[in-house]
T-cell receptor, first 114, second 109 residues
Framework: GAGVSQSPSNKVTEKGKDVELRCDPI?????LYWYRQRLGQGLEFLIY????????KSGLPSDRFSAERTGESVSTLTIQRTQQEDSAVYLC????????????FGPGTRLTVL | GQNIDQPTEMTATEGAIVQINCTYQ??????LFWYQQHAGEAPTFLSY??LDGLEEKGRFSSFLSRSKGYSYLLLKELQMKDSASYLC??????????WGAGTKLIIKP
C-alpha cells in the first residue's frame, strides 16, 4: 500500500479484556515502531522492530503489553487484561531503515477501555 | 535523563510569522526532526536537521544549534490549515527518537 495502515481505527473494550491491534507498514520498510499517545500528550515509545534483530521492548509499560512482527511485514500489538489507563491512541510508524530514519505514521487506533 | 522542551501552546494570526522553539538535553545527538500533527490525525514529517544552520522548505524553515541544544521551526505566511501540534524529536546516541510533548499552534483570523 501507499502508506502505513492500522486496524481497527477505533476499539472500545471492557476492563479486563484482551485487545489486539494491527499495523501494516510501508512495503520495503525494515523498521517498525509502536507508540502510545494519551489525549493532549506527546508520543510514548513502546517497541521497535528492525529487520530480523531482537526487538527493542524497553518502552513497554508492563508485561500486559506484547508485540510481534512477522519478518518485515505485519505487526500486532497485544494488550492483555486491559485497564482504563490503557485508553489512548496507539500509533504505528515504519521507516526504510532503522537508525532513526524518517518515520511514517499510520492513522492510529483509538482504544477506549470502559 | 533525556529531556525535550517545547512550549505547550502558541497563538498567532493568519498571514503572520511564528517561531516554535525546542530545547533538548539528550545522551548524544544524531539529528532533530520536526513533525506536524493535526488533531485526530497521525504525525507527518516536516523537516530534519543534523548540521547547524537553517533549512528552508517553502513556508517552513527549521534551525539547529547543536552547541546550544536548540532548534526552532519557523512558519511564515500562516494559514488557518497550519493550526496543529508541532512535535520536536531528537535522535540520541543509540539512534532512538526522543519525542517532545508538542506545541499546539492556534491560528486566528
Amino acid at each position: 500500500g501507499a502508506g502505513v495502515s492500522q486496524s481497527p481505527s477505533n476499539k472500545v473494550t471492557e476492563k479486563g479484556k484482551d485487545v489486539e491491534l494491527r499495523c501494516d507498514p510501508i512495503s520495503g520498510h525494515t523498521a517498525l515502531y509502536w507508540y502510545r499517545q494519551r489525549l493532549g500528550q506527546g508520543l510514548e515509545f513502546l517497541i521497535y522492530f528492525q529487520g530480523n534483530s531482537a526487538p527493542d521492548k524497553s518502552g513497554l509499560p508492563s508485561d500486559r503489553f506484547s508485540a510481534e512482527r512477522t519478518g518485515e511485514s505485519v505487526s500486532t500489538l497485544t494488550i492483555q487484561r486491559t485497564q482504563q489507563e490503557d485508553s489512548a491512541v496507539y500509533l504505528c510508524a515504519s521507516s526504510l531503515d532503522g537508525a532513526g530514519d524518517t518515520q511514517y505514521f499510520g492513522p492510529g487506533t483509538r482504544l477506549t477501555v470502559l | 535523563g533525556q529531556n525535550i522542551d517545547q512550549p505547550t501552546e502558541m497563538t498567532a494570526t493568519e498571514g503572520a510569522i511564528v517561531q516554535i522553539n525546542c530545547t533538548y538535553q539528550t545522551s548524544g545527538f544524531n539529528g532533530l526532526f520536526w513533525y506536524q500533527q493535526h488533531a485526530g490525525e497521525a504525525p507527518t514529517f516536516l523537516s530534519y536537521n543534523v548540521l547547524d544552520g537553517l533549512e528552508e522548505k517553502g513556508r517552513f524553515s527549521s534551525f539547529l544549534s547543536r552547541s546550544k541544544g536548540y532548534s526552532y521551526l519557523l512558519l511564515k505566511e500562516l494559514q488557518m490549515k497550519d493550526s496543529a501540534s508541532y512535535l520536536c524529536a531528537v535522535k540520541d546516541s543509540n539512534y532512538q527518537l526522543i519525542w517532545g510533548a508538542g506545541t499546539k499552534l492556534i491560528i486566528k483570523p
